[in-house]
């Protein structure tokens, strides 16, 4: 039982799995299970019923003190209800939120963290906003993505109702977009694991009952309850879909030197290059905090206390302070554990702790673990404090760049894919997302940026593919394929600078022959693509102006690559291929189908019915000509033209890293 699935009447909703954004996913989950939905967010609107066959009803308003009186209302009433507003505005709501949780709600409000306008001060963006409400006796999960959004909603759903306890569910939203395949609960899932709205949520009590006891001994006795019933809700949650939660994540399992610690999506990016970082010789663990509220203190000392050192990665910064949210939680928790404090484990001495501090703007690159795991081994040489983005005296040492030596793991897919337009880059995210997960059955997870000048500039999306669900919304560290829309990319910037040994390089072309395709590519590209053993394909995109069927011979290009057998590897290299390279195995046909249903679904409601199927067919087209139809320049006549790679090695592009 998963969330994959939706046996919902397709009149009100396709029950074909669409990759999602962040606030559709958590407009679907609690339209799925909630009676009441208020809103001060551009979100979809929810379904009209729930699983559960209980209508639905949808409030909006820019006013997030009324509608937290409202929850409140409508929760006393009996109902379940949910909020989803942005974290900087429910500061204007504490009182009514410390109100709620006094009474004993069952109310769950999703917290939407945004960077806020440019030159906002840090107080007022990301994370900051939530972490200023951590004093309420409110839980708090931090979600990191889309489908982890759809089930810490679930978590947080159950653990209200059964311990009474109001939930924030905290999201981070960055300038990229991020996109998954999901669809709402099963009503399976959810009748196992919440239960319709009556007998379950808190009611006013009646004349002849007790009212809730306040005061800080109730809330503390209160308090105690919480754990157990978030724990217990994890762990059924798990038992019913497969997939692990709980209120720390940790990779690997076995004890290391080092383990590097943060909370929420930032914690979600370190658990995705602990593998790499591992594979380079580096004893390193990580480590990320999803239970903000109730703080798993003993449970992240035990984690912790035979490490050597430990990094703590925070989006907030608090410099008059002795140190960011996460870090003095941490210290505090040692503190405890180093006095026997009951529950916690007993050490005999605390790790060396250094902290980094992430500026809101700035995205977390795999080059900056590179220079944190570097910091913390230099002992007492490295810096106790430094902040990613700020200025050289509090920046790190970063070693010098080399390109990608293999790929990230055997069973993960990497794509980026570069358009001229951010258009097509959205809607090819989307599409490649939900194409690939119908198709082959693998999580999927797509991400929209825009490149710097040393990248090519133009607006990238990347596409990951894996057995497991993916992990970080950051640029991967290597990819296997680049498919560029426009060719006047190439001679911008370093496209390739992520490029793995034996991947592709998709550009456009008119050309049939690969001798001639090969003579329009720049010297400097040649000279990348002959060290790193790429293959280059040229492909004709189409000439259409709607962005969904360029999107659609992006997605023809993925699944070609997929389908294709792996390069030969280069000389003292195995060749790097797992699962989802032997399992895809289709043809244009299949293509075509593929990719014109999920344009069906991706353009319902959203384009005029009579120009939904002819888009879908074009796109379907474009799609399986992108598959069939694309030109390869043997790999004889890369390796024969050393002129023109000799002249490739002296461009600058050749050497320049991502930043």
Same mark, same amino acid.
């Given at each position: 039982?998963?969330?994959?699935?939706?046996?919902?009447?397709?009149?009100?909703?396709?029950?074909?799995?669409?990759?999602?954004?962040?606030?559709?996913?958590?407009?679907?989950?609690?339209?799925?299970?909630?009676?009441?939905?208020?809103?001060?967010?551009?979100?979809?609107?929810?379904?009209?019923?729930?699983?559960?066959?209980?209508?639905?009803?949808?409030?909006?308003?820019?006013?997030?003190?009324?509608?937290?009186?409202?929850?409140?209302?409508?929760?006393q009433a009996g109902e379940r209800v949910a909020l989803i507003a942005r974290a900087a505005d429910l500061a204007a709501a504490r009182s009514e939120l410390a109100v709620i949780a006094a009474q004993r709600l069952a109310v769950v409000v999703h917290a939407v963290a945004g960077l806020g306008a440019r030159g906002a001060p840090a107080a007022v963006v990301g994370l900051a906003p939530a972490f200023a409400l951590d004093d309420l006796p409110w839980g708090m999960l931090l979600a990191a993505g889309v489908a982890d959004a759809i089930d810490l909603a679930l978590v947080a759903r159950r653990a209200a109702e059964d311990s009474g306890c109001p939930f924030f569910v905290v999201h981070e939203q960055r300038d990229a977009s991020d996109f998954e395949p999901v669809t709402a609960p099963l009503p399976e899932l959810c009748e196992a694991f919440i239960g319709p709205a009556s007998g379950r949520v808190h009611r006013a009590t009646s004349p002849t009952e007790t009212a809730p006891t306040v005061g800080t001994a109730a809330d503390r006795a209160f308090a105690e309850r919480v754990p157990f019933a978030l724990s217990s809700a994890m762990r059924e949650l798990q038992a019913l879909t497969g997939r692990h939660h709980d209120v720390i994540e940790r990779a690997?399992?076995?004890?290391?030197?080092?383990?590097?610690?943060?909370?929420?999506?930032?914690?979600?990016?370190?658990?995705?290059?602990?593998?790499?970082?591992?594979?380079?010789?580096?004893?390193?663990?990580?480590?990320?905090?999803?239970?903000?509220?109730?703080?798993?203190?003993?449970?992240?000392?035990?984690?912790?206390?035979?490490?050597?050192?430990?990094?703590?990665?925070?989006?907030?910064?608090?410099?008059?302070?002795?140190?960011?949210?996460?870090?003095?939680?941490?210290?505090?928790?040692?503190?405890?554990?180093?006095?026997?404090?009951?529950?916690?484990?007993?050490?005999?001495?605390?790790?060396?702790?250094?902290?980094?501090?992430?500026?809101?703007?700035?995205?977390?690159?795999?080059?900056?673990?590179?220079?944190?795991?570097?910091?913390?081994?230099?002992?007492?040489?490295?810096?106790?404090?430094?902040?990613?983005?700020?200025?050289?005296?509090?920046?790190?040492?970063?070693?010098?760049?080399?390109?990608?030596?293999?790929?990230?793991?055997?069973?993960?897919?990497?794509?980026?894919?570069?358009?001229?337009?951010?258009?097509?880059?959205?809607?090819?995210?989307?599409?490649?997302?939900?194409?690939?997960?119908?198709?082959?059955?693998?999580?999927?997870?797509?991400?929209?940026?825009?490149?710097?000048?040393?990248?090519?500039?133009?607006?990238?999306?990347?596409?990951?593919?894996?057995?497991?669900?993916?992990?970080?919304?950051?640029?991967?560290?290597?990819?296997?394929?680049?498919?560029?829309?426009?060719?006047? !990319?190439?001679? &911008? #910037?370093?496209?390739? @600078? *992520?490029? =793995?040994?034996?991947?592709?390089?998709? $550009? +456009?072309?008119?050309?049939?022959?690969?001798?001639?395709?090969?003579?329009?590519?720049?010297?400097?590209?040649?000279?990348?693509?002959?060290?790193?053993?790429?293959?280059?394909?040229?492909?004709?995109?189409?000439?259409?102006?709607?962005?969904?069927?360029?999107?659609?011979?992006?997605?023809?290009?993925?699944?070609?690559?997929?389908?294709?057998?792996?390069?030969?590897?280069?000389?003292?290299?195995?060749?790097?291929?797992?699962?989802?390279?032997?399992?895809?195995?289709?043809?244009?046909?299949?293509?075509?189908?593929?990719?014109?249903?999920?344009?069906?679904?991706?353009?319902?409601?959203?384009?005029?019915?009579?120009?939904?199927?002819? !888009?879908?067919? &074009? #796109?379907?087209?474009? @799609? *399986?000509? =992108?598959?069939?139809?694309?030109?390869? $320049? +043997?790999?004889?006549?890369?390796?024969?033209?050393?002129?023109?790679?000799?002249?490739?090695?002296?461009?600058?592009?050749?050497?320049?890293?991502?930043?």
């Amino acid at each position: 039982m998963g969330l994959l699935q939706d046996s919902a009447s397709t009149a009100e909703r396709p029950s074909r799995t669409w990759a999602r954004d962040l606030v559709g996913a958590i407009t679907l989950v609690e339209g799925a299970v909630s009676q009441h939905v208020l809103t001060a967010v551009d979100s979809a609107t929810p379904r009209a019923h729930n699983v559960f066959g209980e209508a639905v009803a949808c409030e909006r308003s820019n006013d997030v003190v009324a509608l937290v009186r409202r929850c409140a209302e409508l929760a006393q009433a009996g109902e379940r209800v949910a909020l989803i507003a942005r974290a900087a505005d429910l500061a204007a709501a504490r009182s009514e939120l410390a109100v709620i949780a006094a009474q004993r709600l069952a109310v769950v409000v999703h917290a939407v963290a945004g960077l806020g306008a440019r030159g906002a001060p840090a107080a007022v963006v990301g994370l900051a906003p939530a972490f200023a409400l951590d004093d309420l006796p409110w839980g708090m999960l931090l979600a990191a993505g889309v489908a982890d959004a759809i089930d810490l909603a679930l978590v947080a759903r159950r653990a209200a109702e059964d311990s009474g306890c109001p939930f924030f569910v905290v999201h981070e939203q960055r300038d990229a977009s991020d996109f998954e395949p999901v669809t709402a609960p099963l009503p399976e899932l959810c009748e196992a694991f919440i239960g319709p709205a009556s007998g379950r949520v808190h009611r006013a009590t009646s004349p002849t009952e007790t009212a809730p006891t306040v005061g800080t001994a109730a809330d503390r006795a209160f308090a105690e309850r919480v754990p157990f019933a978030l724990s217990s809700a994890m762990r059924e949650l798990q038992a019913l879909t497969g997939r692990h939660h709980d209120v720390i994540e940790r990779a690997p399992a076995a004890d290391a030197q080092v383990v590097l610690v943060g909370a929420g999506a930032l914690g979600d990016s370190l658990l995705r290059e602990v593998d790499r970082l591992r594979a380079h010789d580096h004893d390193v663990a990580a480590v990320r905090v999803v239970a903000w509220r109730p703080f798993p203190a003993p449970r992240l000392v035990k984690t912790l206390g035979r490490a050597l050192a430990v990094t703590v990665m925070e989006r907030v910064d608090r410099p008059l302070a002795t140190g960011g949210p996460l870090s003095v939680q941490l210290k505090a928790a040692f503190a405890d554990a180093m006095t026997w404090a009951p529950d916690y484990p007993g050490v005999g001495r605390i790790p060396r702790m250094v902290t980094g501090y992430v500026e809101p703007e700035r995205e977390v690159d795999s080059t900056d673990l590179d220079a944190i795991v570097h910091n913390v081994l230099a002992n007492e040489r490295g810096k106790r404090a430094f902040v990613l983005g700020g200025d050289d005296a509090r920046a790190l040492w970063t070693p010098a760049w080399s390109p990608p030596a293999t790929r990230d793991t055997g069973d993960v897919f990497a794509m980026r894919g570069i358009a001229a337009r951010r258009e097509v880059a959205v809607a090819a995210a989307e599409l490649c997302a939900a194409v690939l997960a119908s198709a082959l059955g693998v999580r999927t997870r797509g991400v929209v940026r825009g490149l710097g000048a040393d990248e090519g500039e133009g607006v990238a999306f990347d596409l990951i593919a894996s057995r497991h669900r993916p992990r970080g919304g950051h640029a991967p560290h290597a990819v296997d394929v680049v498919a560029v829309d426009d060719t006047a !990319i190439l001679s &911008r #910037g370093n496209v390739l @600078a *992520r490029l =793995a040994p034996g991947g592709w390089l998709a $550009v +456009p072309t008119e050309q049939r022959a690969a001798d001639a395709l090969w003579a329009e590519v720049p010297p400097w590209v040649k000279a990348t693509v002959f060290e790193r053993g790429a293959r280059v394909i040229g492909w004709f995109p189409a000439v259409d102006e709607d962005p969904w069927v360029t999107a659609a011979a992006f997605a023809g290009i993925a699944l070609a690559a997929l389908a294709a057998e792996p390069s030969a590897p280069l000389p003292g290299r195995e060749p790097q291929h797992g699962p989802l390279w032997s399992s895809a195995s289709a043809d244009g046909t299949v293509v075509a189908r593929e990719v014109a249903a999920a344009l069906l679904t991706a353009l319902e409601g959203v384009v005029a019915t009579e120009k939904t199927a002819s !888009i879908a067919a &074009r #796109g379907g087209s474009a @799609a *399986r000509a =992108a598959f069939e139809k694309y030109v390869e $320049v +043997p790999r004889a006549a890369i390796e024969r033209e050393d002129d023109g790679v000799r002249i490739g090695r002296r461009d600058v592009r050749v050497s320049r890293p991502p930043t």
